[in-house]
C-alpha cells in the first residue's frame, strides 16, 4: 500500500481538493434545488399573498421588526373545510390497498421469477423492466381504452353475450386502483427478486431435511429473510401512491378524492400558490415517516455493500 | 426437488403476470393501426394516424422539445449522479453524509407534485429576487427551468445505478494501480471509470426516458411555449380517446423496446468481453 508520505505533497492537495469538488458539486445542487425549496414552500404557506407578491415574514416598520405568519391555511385545511382531511385520508387508503396488492400479486411473481431456470432469468428480467422503460402516461392511457364503457373489454363482453349493456368500470375505485397497481408492480418486483435471487437455496433443503413442508420452510425462512425487500418494495410503492397526481386525473373519477389532484388544482385551477404549499407541507409531514425508513433502508444497502 | 404442481402454478403466475404487464401495450399498438376515429370500435386497419402524426406540428414540437431536454437531462444526471455514487462510496465520512444521502434518495420516492411545487415556488421567487436587484427576472419558466427538476430526478436514478456498480466492483484493482504509482485521479480516469462504463450507460439511457416520460414536473415547471411531448399527449388523453396519442404510443413503444433490447444485448457483450480479459490477466 502506499502510505500518505510517499504521496507528493501536490498530489496530496490535488485529491484533496478532487475530494471536496465530488463531494461539494452534488450537495450544492441537492441543497440548492431540493433542501431550499422545502423551507420556501413553507415559507410561502404561512405568507399572506395579494395576488400578486408574498408579503414578506419580516417586516421592519417604525423601528419594530415585525413578523408575519400565517396559520389560517393550516386551520382552514384541518377544520374548516372536510374535503381536505378526506383526501389525504383517501390518498393513504389507496395507498395502502395499491401497495398490499403489488406484494400479493408481486411476491409471489418475483419468487417463481428468482426460481425460474437460471438460462431464461435475464429474458424474463428485462420483460419485467421494459414496460418501465415505455412511457407510463401512455401505458396508464391504454387503461382507459380497455375499461371505458364503450372500450375493450366492454366490447368484447357485449359482443360474446355476457352482458346485455357495459359495465361502468371507468372513473371508479377499480380502475384507479387497478391503475396504480399496474404502474407500481415492477417497483414491488424488482426489489423482492434482487433480495430474494440471493437467497441461499441451501437452508430451504436443510429445513426439509429437519422435516418442514415446502409451505412452512416457505413462510418460516423465504419470508423473514426477504423482509428487506418486502419493506424496500412497499415502501418504493406506498410515498409516490400517496401523491399520485397522472393516475387519478386520467383513470379515477369524482368518488376518489386524491390529494395530489387537489394540491395540483389550488395550484393550476385556483392559483392560490400559499394554499398550495401549504397542502404539500401537509403531505410532506404524511409521508415523512416512510420516507424515513425509506431512507435508512438505502443507506443499509449503500453501507452493507460487500457481504 | 421436483414439484409439478408448484411448477405449474410458478409457470401459470409468471404468465398471468406478465400478460397483465403486456397487455395495455399490446392494444395501444394494435388499435394504433384502427381505421375508425372511436378508437375502441375496429373499423378496419389503416396507417392514416400515422399520416395525421406527420402533420400534427404540436406532438412534433413536443417532440423536439422532449428530446432536446432529455438529451441535456440525462448528461447532467450522469454527471452528477458519478459524482454523488462516488461521494458515497469512497469517502465513508464526511460532514452531511447522511443528510446528503437522505437527499439523493429522497427524489426517488418523493410524489412528484411536491417536488414540482418547491422547485417552481422556488424558481419563481429567484426570477422576483433578480428582477428587484437586477431589473431584470432570472430564470424564465421554460426548458432550462424543467431540466433542472428533471435532473434532480434523474441524478437520484442515476446514482443508485451507479453506486449499486461501484459497490460490486473489486477495489483491488483500484488498490494495484495506485501501488503501481497510479495518482487518485489517473485511477479514477483509467482504472474505475472503464469498469464503471456500463453503468454510467445504464443510467444515461434511464434518466432520459425518465426526461422524456415526465408530465408532472414539466407541468410545473414549464411556460408558456414549452409544451413538451408528455404534456401535450396528458392534454389529450385527459379529454378522452384520442387516435394520435396512440400512434405516438406505438412508435415510442417501438423505439424504446430496440432501444433497450439493443443496449442489455450490447451490454451483455462487453461483460462477456471484460470477464474474458479478466480472466487473462489474472492467469498470466
Known amino acids: 500500500m502506499t502510505t500518505p508520505s510517499q504521496i507528493h505533497w501536490l498530489d496530496a492537495l490535488v485529491a484533496r481538493l478532487g475530494r471536496k469538488f465530488v463531494i461539494g458539486v452534488p450537495m450544492v445542487f441537492l441543497l440548492l434545488v431540493f433542501a431550499l425549496p422545502f423551507l420556501v414552500v413553507f415559507k410561502i404557506s404561512v405568507s399572506e399573498s395579494d395576488g400578486v407578491r408574498f408579503v414578506d415574514l419580516l417586516t421592519w416598520a417604525d423601528g419594530i421588526l415585525q413578523l408575519k405568519v400565517r396559520f389560517s391555511n393550516y386551520l382552514y385545511i384541518l377544520f374548516e373545510d372536510a374535503l381536505y382531511l378526506e383526501a389525504y385520508l383517501s390518498s393513504i387508503k389507496y395507498a395502502a390497498l395499491t401497495t398490499v396488492i403489488c406484494l400479493a400479486i408481486g411476491y409471489p411473481f418475483a419468487y417463481f421469477l428468482a426460481r425460474s431456470p437460471a438460462d431464461i432469468r435475464p429474458g424474463l428480467l428485462m420483460l419485467v423492466m421494459l414496460p418501465f422503460w415505455t412511457s407510463f402516461l401512455l401505458r396508464v392511457y391504454a387503461w382507459k381504452m380497455l375499461l371505458a364503457d364503450s372500450g375493450v373489454f366492454n366490447n368484447i363482453a357485449l359482443a360474446m353475450g355476457l352482458i346485455d349493456e357495459p359495465i361502468k368500470m371507468m372513473y371508479t375505485p377499480f380502475s384507479l386502483t387497478l391503475g396504480m397497481v399496474y404502474t407500481y408492480l415492477p417497483f414491488m418486483v424488482l426489489p423482492l427478486y434482487a433480495n430474494l435471487v440471493k437467497m441461499d437455496i441451501r437452508l430451504l433443503e436443510a429445513a426439509r431435511d429437519l422435516g418442514a413442508t415446502p409451505w412452512?420452510?416457505?413462510?418460516?425462512?423465504?419470508?423473514?429473510?426477504?423482509?428487506?425487500g418486502i419493506v424496500a418494495g412497499a415502501l418504493l410503492v406506498f410515498i409516490p401512491c400517496v401523491g399520485e397526481f397522472v393516475i387519478p386525473e386520467l383513470l379515477g373519477g369524482p368518488q376518489t378524492l386524491m390529494i395530489g389532484r387537489v394540491l395540483w388544482d389550488e395550484f393550476f385551477a385556483n392559483n392560490d400558490w400559499p394554499m398550495a404549499a401549504s397542502v404539500a407541507v401537509v403531505m410532506v409531514l404524511l409521508i415523512i415517516v416512510p420516507l424515513a425508513l425509506f431512507n435508512k433502508y438505502q443507506a443499509e444497502q449503500s453501507a452493507g455493500g460487500r457481504a | 426437488m421436483r414439484n409439478p404442481a408448484g411448477e405449474r402454478t410458478s409457470k401459470v403466475w409468471l404468465i398471468g403476470g406478465f400478460a397483465f404487464l403486456y397487455l395495455p401495450i399490446l392494444t395501444l399498438i394494435v388499435l394504433s393501426f384502427n381505421a375508425s376515429p372511436l378508437v375502441t370500435t375496429w373499423a378496419g386497419f389503416s396507417f392514416k394516424w400515422y399520416g395525421e402524426l406527420v402533420r400534427d406540428t404540436v406532438i412534433i414540437e413536443g417532440f423536439l422539445l422532449s428530446l432536446k431536454i432529455a438529451l441535456m437531462t440525462a448528461t447532467a444526471s450522469v454527471l452528477l449522479g458519478t459524482f454523488a455514487a462516488v461521494a458515497l462510496t469512497k469517502f465513508p465520512r464526511f460532514t452531511g453524509r447522511t443528510f446528503f444521502s437522505g437527499m439523493v434518495n429522497s427524489p426517488l420516492v418523493m410524489p412528484e407534485v411536491i417536488i414540482g411545487l418547491s422547485l417552481l415556488l422556488t424558481l419563481v421567487s429567484l426570477q422576483r429576487l433578480t428582477e428587484?436587484?437586477?431589473?431584470?427576472?432570472?430564470?424564465?419558466?421554460?426548458?432550462?427551468?424543467?431540466?433542472?427538476?428533471?435532473?434532480?430526478?434523474?441524478?437520484?436514478?442515476?446514482?443508485?445505478?451507479?453506486?449499486?456498480?461501484?459497490?460490486?466492483?473489486?477495489?483491488?484493482?483500484?488498490?494495484?494501480?495506485?501501488?503501481?504509482?497510479?495518482?487518485?485521479?489517473?485511477?479514477?480516469?483509467?482504472?474505475?471509470?472503464?469498469?464503471?462504463?456500463?453503468?454510467?450507460a445504464s443510467a444515461w439511457l434511464l434518466s432520459f426516458t425518465l426526461s422524456l416520460d415526465d408530465v408532472v414536473l414539466s407541468a410545473f415547471l414549464s411556460g408558456p411555449g414549452s409544451t413538451t411531448l408528455p404534456?401535450?399527449?396528458?392534454?389529450?388523453?385527459?379529454?378522452?380517446?384520442?387516435?394520435?396519442?396512440?400512434?405516438?404510443?406505438?412508435?415510442?413503444?417501438?423505439?424504446?423496446?430496440?432501444?433497450?433490447?439493443?443496449?442489455?444485448?450490447?451490454?451483455?457483450?462487453?461483460?462477456?468481453?471484460?470477464?474474458?480479459?479478466?480472466?487473462?490477466?489474472?492467469?498470466?
Open chain 2, 231 to 284: 404534456i401535450a399527449i396528458f392534454s389529450r388523453a385527459r379529454l378522452g380517446l384520442n387516435p394520435t396519442v396512440n400512434a405516438v404510443a406505438t412508435l415510442t413503444v417501438l423505439v424504446v423496446s430496440i432501444g433497450v433490447v439493443a443496449a442489455s444485448l450490447w451490454m451483455a457483450r462487453l461483460e462477456r468481453k471484460r470477464a474474458r480479459e479478466m480472466a487473462a490477466a489474472m492467469k498470466t
Open chain 1, 216 to 228: 412452512q420452510a416457505f413462510w418460516r425462512i423465504t419470508v423473514p429473510l426477504s423482509k428487506g
Open chain 2, 132 to 200: 428587484d436587484l437586477f431589473g431584470t427576472g432570472w430564470p424564465d419558466r421554460g426548458t432550462f427551468t424543467i431540466w433542472i427538476g428533471h435532473t434532480l430526478l434523474g441524478m437520484a436514478y442515476a446514482t443508485v445505478v451507479i453506486t449499486s456498480r461501484l459497490r460490486e466492483m473489486n477495489p483491488q484493482l483500484e488498490e494495484a494501480a495506485l501501488d503501481l504509482g497510479a495518482k487518485p485521479w489517473q485511477v479514477f480516469f483509467l482504472v474505475t471509470l472503464p469498469l464503471i462504463s456500463q453503468a454510467l
